[in-house]
């Protein structure tokens, strides 16, 4: 096997597996053997492209692979002998299901799909996001279970038991009809918000953001827009990309954490704010926008800003208070606190957030330590501030945001 194919069936399978899985998963009418399929389709690539070159389509190519391959390994164990016709042979299996819907309403997209049988309503919330993240979008359990705050072997018994339930209850892998998705559409939209945050703003790793994660997140999202064009889908859509067009200036070129404050803003990419704007204004302009067109405005504000200087801060903070009424959380009540420190001093938003800590809130989420760290900073309390890095430190596992908690710990003062 030649480096250059390897190389390009390893950027084949970041590229294309988890659309290959979705499409398997629908064909196949499984997680499990979908998966496994999966697998043996990029095994048959590595060692047939070699000999018989790259196909035109990669992904059909490995769908096709991965399908017969699954048909013949289930006919071998005598599990799915109806995929056989009388005479003996397989039956034709449509790449694209025309039962979804018809004509101009088709939606041919998989993975779209497949989020709608994850969201289904038979699945408990949690287990629809936990589960969408893991097959759609390939998070790994931990990387899901930061996301939830929650344990790892606990989500990983929540994917479990969600793939028995679709199993089980025969729940069908197609987008719901016209008239069944508003009820579906929180779920979604929860679903896709939750994997641009771990692009955005990853939970472990080299890296502060995972570009393949967000990108997907706001192409979902745009899909969404245009197969229901509902104002929290235009609002979600907009926060994504008002957040997605500072990443070029999140970072140095050494990789280092950029806070908003110090960031070069002529690094933002206008293009996504225009549009990003154009989003939240559509949905606000509604009148029946949610909590993901709020934030939205929250993050106008900051997209409006010619510098950190110029921000609204007042703004800001009265957009919090409506987004607590409708959304009510600890992280958005430490969110707020820290705008509250912005507009009226750093003891404001510091008394905010040790009253959250306080009732027991955040004392495992980073940033509520960090946010704490930084504030005492300000106000000299150099004890109380090492004391909430080095907390934060314990809890970070993304290297860039470890070695900025390092830097602000080793910049104070020397311990009496």
Known sequence: MT?????????????????????????????????????????????????????????????SAGRFKAI????????????????????????????AWKDDESVEDDRLRLIFTCCHPALAPDAQVALTLREVCGLTTEEIAQAFLTPASTLAQRIVRAKAKIRDAGIPYQVPLPADLPDRLDAVLRVIYLVFNEGYSASSGASLTRHDLSTEAIRLGRLLVELLPEPEGRGLLGLMLLHESRRAARTSPEGEVILLDDQDRSLWNRDAIAEGLRQVEQAL???????????????????????????????????????????????????????VAMRDGPAAGL??????????????????????????????????????????????????????????????????
């Not at 250059?4 to 950027?11: E, K, L, P, Y």
């Not at 609204?312 to 607590?324: E, F, P, R, S």
């Not at 504030?375 to 150099?382: D, E, P, Q, S, T």
Request: net charge neutral.
């Open 72 to 99: 013949d390994g289930l006919r071998r164990q005598k599990r799915f002998e109806s995929l056989d016709k009388p005479d003996g042979t397989t039956p034709e299996i449509p790449v694209h299901d025309a039962s």
């Open 3 to 63: 480096d250059a194919i390897q190389d390009t069936v390893s950027a084949v399978y970041v590229a294309e597996s988890r659309r290959v899985l979705a499409t398997l998963i629908r064909l196949l009418g499984d997680f499990d053997v979908a998966e496994e399929a999966m697998h043996d389709a990029f095994r048959a690539a590595l060692e047939q492209w070699p000999r018989e070159g790259v196909p035109a389509n990669p992904r059909a190519w490995l769908v």
């Open 351 to 416: 008394a905010l957030i040790d009253a959250i800590l306080e009732r027991g809130d955040l004392q495992d989420y980073r940033p509520a330590h960090a946010a704490r760290g930084e504030l005492c900073r300000r106000l000299g309390r150099v004890d109380d501030a090492r004391k909430s890095y080095q907390r934060a430190l314990a809890l970070s596992r993304l290297d860039p945001e470890r070695r900025f908690i390092e830097r602000r710990l080793a910049a104070l003062a020397p311990a009496r």
């Open 285 to 339: 302009g509604s009148r029946r926008f949610g909590p993901y067109t709020i934030q939205g405005a929250i993050a106008a504000v900051h997209a409006e800003a010619a510098d950190a200087g110029a921000t609204d801060w007042a703004q800001i903070v009265g957009l919090y208070d409506v987004l607590l009424r409708a959304d009510p959380s600890p992280v958005i009540e430490l969110n707020r606190a820290v705008a």
